[in-house]
């Protein structure tokens, strides 16, 4: 089955740009999506179809996809953007699978 | 907005089956969307159960379909979740999901039920 790979942890410095990244064979043929989920809240989608935001969602927050490498940016990072984040792409089988999450720490 | 809003008892006993109902409110069920159960254990990431379309077609997580129901009802606009055979390690926080478009993200989420299984 089709695997995702996060690392388990980013740090960023206040201000500055935070990268996360999805790893997985050929990602770039997938639609990637990412959620962002803070302490005891349910995860909010954050960046659709790769690159897309939904409404609401801060214009510092950007995506990019190609070859085997799926990538979140943050930029100008705040305190409010400490979460975990995930990944997800829909396969044929199980059909959706989540990426196992990266932990976001701004300093 | 659709609004989705997860009910169900908190604690289940080992060996019996777990029941969570996902009530959608701002918007209709019958709508083209799908509808999804995923879960999460303390401290762990997120697993997804299943999906439902209004016409009542399923798919499920293949790790799970032996034990799983996904159910809707268009009546009360709300679609339902059984896990039968539950141990420990079905205890997770359970979401409900409205699973978009044919490149299939999920938004919005409710706001997620704990599910205890324990004697």
């Known amino acids: 089955s089709y695997e995702l790979t996060q690392p388990l942890s980013v740090s960023v410095a206040l201000g500055q740009t935070a990268r996360i990244t999805c790893g997985g064979n050929?990602?770039?043929?997938?639609?990637v999506h990412w959620y962002q989920q803070k302490p005891g809240q349910a995860p909010v989608l954050v960046i659709y179809?790769?690159?897309n935001r939904p409404s609401g969602i801060p214009e510092r927050f950007s995506g990019s996809n190609s070859g085997n490498t799926a990538t979140l940016t943050i930029s100008r990072a705040q305190a409010g953007d400490e979460a975990d984040y995930y990944c997800?792409?829909?396969?044929?089988?199980?059909?959706?699978?989540f990426g196992g999450g990266t932990k976001l720490t701004v300093l | 907005q659709v609004q989705l809003q997860e009910s169900g008892p908190g604690l289940v006993k080992p060996s019996g089956t777990l029941s969570l109902t996902c009530a959608v409110s701002g918007g209709s069920i019958s709508s083209s969307n799908w509808w999804s159960w995923v879960r999460q254990p303390p401290g762990k990431g997120l697993e997804w159960i299943g999906e439902i379309y209004h016409s009542g077609s399923t798919n499920y997580n293949p790790s799970l379909k032996s034990r799983v129901t996904i159910s809707v009802d268009k009546s009360k606009n709300q679609f339902s979740l059984k896990l039968s055979s539950v141990t420990a390690a079905d205890t997770a926080v359970y979401y409900c999901?409205?699973?978009?478009?044919?490149?299939?993200?999920?938004?919005?989420w409710g706001q997620g039920t704990l599910v205890t299984v324990s004697s």
């Open positions: 999901a409205r699973f978009r478009g044919p490149a299939k993200w999920f938004d919005p």
């Open positions: 050929n990602i770039g043929s997938k639609n």
């Open positions: 179809r790769d690159s």
């Open positions: 997800q792409v829909w396969d044929s089988s199980p059909h959706v699978v």
